[in-house]
């Protein structure tokens, strides 16, 4: 049994420091590739949720998308905790589209504003995607995408934060490219 | 966007009947077994827990162990809904390994009785873990699992059910041996 409990009032660059210290602790010893995005995206999800800032506006979804092994332009969903979600989404489209063509981290205060957003969960409005790309080829593998309830629920500190957990997933599993 | 509804008051029988129509349309058009996992992991976990049956016991546990492609006796976590979950299960060990053991679904109206048992959320009381056996070979693929925080949450209706369930995902994904 894996515990972990954060003090909900932590500011938000406190918290992530917990929080890859936490991941770092989960994925040690285990490189495989899906069984550490599985647990990833339940202590994202958990523990962002059990935080003061995300009472308000919780978070609603968050998990992986990956890149196709038979399309190197196509995410396909990976292990994630939320509602049922859109299958495969392509490189350029919507936000973890765009996530995925400019291997740039996108922090999207209101969906409904982005151009081409995909509603997978209509209850989303607030996202960040995290482009996961390889250190040796420079090829985006995927995505960390999360989705928030409320407007503007992410910012500069979940940016640096999510990076380097995405850092973190990079180092720690076994990618195939 | 992939909504879906039950009826709360739908007998077992019923809801499996739903259950299985809706994830036959959900993994139609996909044959990718990581996404089909994670998405058939929310569909069951959410579908269960909107049930006025799992009301006062809800599910907090529904997802699936992978056999290891480099150990044959090894159950990997994979997509999951739900806490942090135990990274690996040797086959023997605990509910799941005795459903990857056997080959038959494990039925289990309270895991503190249960020898072996392996605690991964101390909140699980029942469960109920379906082998994933491969027609071809009659290997164990790997093992759907799912815990609910009340006793004797399971019983045959659900063994019928989630049989069916396993049935599809083998029929519909690209299982590798």
Redesign the interface.
Known sequence: ??G?SFDPNLSKEEFYKELTKTLRA?VSG?R?L???L??AS??IY?ALNSLNAFKTKPVNWA?FY?T?KDNASLL?????????????IKFGRGVCGAAASTGKTQVVPNVHDFPGHI????SSVSEIVVPIVSPASGRVLGVLDIDDEGPEAFGEADKAGLETVVQILLESCDWTE
């Open positions: 049994m894996f972990f989960l285990q495989d899906i069984t550490n599985a647990n339940s202590l958990h998990g990956l196709a396909r969903l990976g292990p994630f905790q939320g509602k049922v979600a859109c299958t495969e509603a997978c969960d209509s």
